[in-house]
């Protein structure tokens, strides 16, 4: 006999949607402060009444519940309120990588079908030559911090511009009825490009973003207090909020009633202020931003006083990590990816953790980490078999979690090869050790990830061999310093064509860089001739020999 | 134009079952130590085994889903496995209130439906003179820690009896495949008495508990380390696991991976071993097992070391909290219910909190605290308008939260009652400050509670009322050291009968007791003759006056 639990007829069943992530705040952290840079400081409880009032701006443009509101903006509390206001009016929020070059930016706006487009002045050139008459973006919002007027932007387009959005604030009510719906909606849309062919496009459901932001919560609050998160934090993202949501972060701040800060772009003296000002204690980045944060400060002789800072994006060196640390930055890593929300792994301190030396805690923090709670992570071989976590066999990374996409937006097939067999394949190859630490060894994909952006080798090759010199060429990723990879193309000339430079070649990649074609960090750092490229038995390009050949060691 | 996110075929949805709590220790705590009092020691890799053990002994019984388990134990790892295993295999555990009166034990087996029984040798006699032929009950299971045979306990029915727990484990395959299912089946039941009538069943699903666990970790790990909980703790509970889950502290600690030690029944001696030699790190209890630790370390010298103690299921005395602050346990308070899974606030330290007094400090960790995340807390008047939180407009707390028991089990009228106005009502009177901190003033409901259990004033008054020598009486509550609260029995003799003592009507109260119908802390401790009882305007006793007549203050 089963027996029936019934629910009262007026029980709360709860939906985890994003409103949701609100309750503490509202009742705990009313005066507590969010502030944009140097120029705008509000209360949580300002900031609640500005999100519903640009739901009623919102809602003046009689849009459909799903449709797309893409942002491009620098990270500001603009960026903030929408995080909040427009998922949880139940539009989609598509936030725009505005590092891919133009070509792909306005690829992404086509394919996502925004029907909103907030854009911040100083990006509008991205979007100047859009055809808006062939394009779902129907109305436009100005984002604006120095005062450059929106007149005559959009030429022909100029009736689409709805305003600026500060003056659209100050003339909506502040009062708004965020209704209940179903958790399973989907809140977020971005693109992740790199791999070959067009940008692809994750997406999240307001249930995933409430359990990403929890798991966040526990996870690094769970961190012994050195190293992790506590009430009385204040936050600073140093990802880009195009990023993944930065981290997620905004929401976890949000819900725990942090004080927040949002830096607009990152110039290294004015992030620097704010980390001192504000009392900045926790952020995160890609290494490259850490490095122009070291630089920055030791040019003026400021030291971090123990911000924790977890570094994404691309492998933190034993020597970043060394020097962040001897400037009293406590820095570990975190891993993830787009298709993750993104966090999958952290490096895991415990307050009963062995004494180890320098040298031992320093490679902990450059490690991947162990996988987080409620992520079930497994490495498997080519059969889809899972290998024991001995520190030896090594197979792909394979995840579930609650909070993975759950495949690429109108893109059946490579959603269908990313959830091949049931557990999302990172395309990372990985060992575990039996306490659960992964180490990535190597990348099934063949990408370059530069200063925390993806570059497609393939899309590189492609234009590289248009000039009329090249017989054949590949494009590796090799180990920086300051960008952790930059692309070195290995180029085989035509017979009579050795008079080519660098020079001639790379003039071909600035060409596509101008024309919108590959972002600029997609032109190589370097160039080297060579009579032939090592091949595999069935005559594919060996990048991993080459990488052996070029450099002293693969950059992951 | 709305879009279509669509699925990969194969996209893995992950439901919130109780099984995904274990993914990452299942990955990173294998060597973690499970610790039984000193009976047992295992590591975590055993007791994913035994719980898989657990599942193919309770599989045998061939069982539907849905049915009722009841567990009868001590803290013990045998708890532990059947929190897991039992919801895991789809089945339903009630954990029995041992401390009940037998007949209300009884109740709330019959009530529920359960099919086996899971009972420790030294509650036998609660259960001794069950009229299984009549019950729901098919299956004994027998927990044991001293040797007592189960051989004859049963009676007729002990064909009913299944065997001993260590000896089924020991002949089960400790492999099982735990399937996933739909996140809203229910994982656990119980019951909690107290008000008026029979005791009333609650009821949790596994999202709930993945939901409430997630927070927990959440809420306690973003407390300062000094407060809060970290990887690398040692947990150990001193509130009973068939209280409300123990707080959900299991499940929080399993899924954190952290070290743990069940203490058996609470004998102040063997406990403060166990915190000693196991270095505990954090627990939870009621004030008066606080008060019996406190005693008993004082007798031996024995210091807790920051020991982290979360005081909830009666009000913490500043009196109390200072005892034990001097004795370096780092106490405070948490505020949940049966209804409520429990946790609902919790003392809000921040790492920024500005200067206090001792006082000050002390105060603060005796109130009832601020909603943790995820908590929509509101203070209602009569007519369900939510009150501003100005620390002096009062009304019922009444909630919102992912893991509210929808309703009481086959009880749709109290069901009703509980979700009037679709908010869950607490009966318990407050009013909020400015930053969140809620101070409950008052009961609505007319219960004492005494050393964390529920005793009905109208109960004990229905029982010495009985007495023939009784015109009137009233059972209330007085705030009492030891147990938090102690029920006064407020009594008008007969005329003519005024040579009845204290003692001729205790015995009637006690005669109660032997028979099965009210627990043994149902005995007032007190007894008061008066001359009249204090009325209200409408007639009915007038308790608030009776407790500034006969008491200094009212216990909350």
Redesign the interface.
């Known amino acids: 006999?089963?027996?029936h639990?019934?629910?009262?007829?007026?029980?709360?069943?709860?939906p985890?949607i994003i409103k949701?992530?609100l309750?503490?705040a509202k009742?705990?952290?009313?005066?507590q402060e969010i502030i944009y840079a140097d120029k705008l400081r509000m209360t949580y409880a300002d900031f609640f009444k500005r999100i519903a009032k640009l739901a009623n701006v919102l809602e003046s443009l009689n849009l459909?519940?799903?449709?797309?509101i893409a942002v491009m903006d620098w990270d500001s509390h603009r960026y903030l309120e929408s995080y909040f206001a427009v998922p949880m009016s139940q539009y989609?929020i598509q936030t725009v990588n505005v590092r891919l070059s133009p070509d792909k930016v306005l690829y992404t706006l086509n394919h996502?079908?925004s029907?909103v487009l907030m854009v911040n002045s100083e990006f509008a050139p991205l979007v100047a030559n859009y055809q808006f008459e062939n394009s779902?973006i129907e109305h436009i919002i100005w984002l604006d911090d120095n005062g450059t007027s929106v007149e005559g932007v959009f030429g022909v387009n100029q009736a689409r511009v709805l305003g600026e959005y500060e003056s659209l604030l100050a003339a909506a009510s502040d009062q708004f009825e965020f209704q209940d719906f179903d958790e399973n909606t989907?809140a977020s849309?971005f693109y992740t490009s790199g791999t070959t062919g067009d940008p692809k496009g994750v997406?999240f459901s307001h249930r995933q973003l409430v359990?990403h932001t929890?798991?966040e919560?526990?996870s690094?609050?769970?961190?012994?207090?050195k190293q992790?998160?506590?009430?009385?934090?204040v936050y600073m993202p140093l990802t880009p909020m195009f990023h993944v949501h930065a981290w997620g972060f905004p929401f976890t701040a949000t819900?725990?009633g942090l004080k927040q800060v949002y830096p607009g772009r990152y110039a290294p003296d004015s992030l620097l202020d704010l980390i001192k000002n504000e009392k900045v204690s926790i952020t995160h980045c890609v290494p490259t931003i850490l490095q122009m944060l070291l630089q920055a400060a030791q040019a003026r002789g400021q030291k971090f006083d123990g911000l924790r800072m977890i570094i994404g994006g691309s492998r933190l060196t034993e020597g970043l990590a060394k020097a962040a640390l001897a400037e009293d930055i406590e820095v570990y890593t975190g891993y993830g990816m787009s298709e993750t929300a993104p966090l999958i792994s952290l490096t895991?301190?415990?307050?009963?953790?062995p004494e180890m030396t320098e040298e031992e805690d320093i490679s902990r923090r450059c490690m991947t980490g162990?996988?987080?709670?409620?992520?079930?992570?497994e490495i498997w071989n080519d059969s889809q078999d899972s290998l024991p976590?001995n520190g030896k066999e090594t197979g792909e990374l394979v995840l579930?979690?609650?909070w993975?996409t759950?495949?690429y937006?109108k893109n059946?097939d490579a959603?269908?090869e990313?959830?091949?067999?049931?557990?999302?394949h990172t395309q990372d190859i990985a060992y575990?050790e039996?306490?659960?630490t992964i180490k990535i060894t190597d990348r099934l994909k063949d990408v370059i990830k530069s200063g925390g952006e993806w570059i497609s080798s393939l899309e590189i090759e492609t234009i590289l061999s248009l000039h009329p010199s090249v017989d054949d060429v590949a494009v590796i990723g090799i180990r920086d310093a300051q960008w952790g990879e930059r692309p070195l193309a290995a180029i085989v000339l035509k017979p009579g064509c050795q008079d080519t430079t660098a020079d001639d070649i790379k003039a071909i990649a600035e060409q596509a860089v101008s024309r919108g074609m590959i972002p600029k960090y997609g032109v190589p750092s370097q160039f080297k001739f060579v009579d032939s490229l090592p091949k595999t038995s069935v005559g594919k390009h060996d990048k991993k020999v080459m990488c052996e050949l070029y450099a002293d060691q693969k950059g992951i």
């Open positions: 006999m089963s027996n639990y019934d629910s009262a007829p007026s029980a709360y069943s709860y985890l949701q992530l309750n503490r009742t705990v952290s009313t005066e459909d519940k799903g449709d797309v989609v996502a079908k029907k779902s989907i849309t997406f359990l929890l798991t919560a526990a690094l609050g769970t961190l012994p207090d992790g998160v506590s009430l009385g934090d819900m725990m895991a301190f415990s307050k009963t953790d162990k996988p987080v709670m409620m992520v079930d992570a976590h579930r979690a609650p993975l759950q495949s937006f059946d959603g269908r990313l959830w091949a067999g049931g557990y999302m575990m039996a306490d659960g």
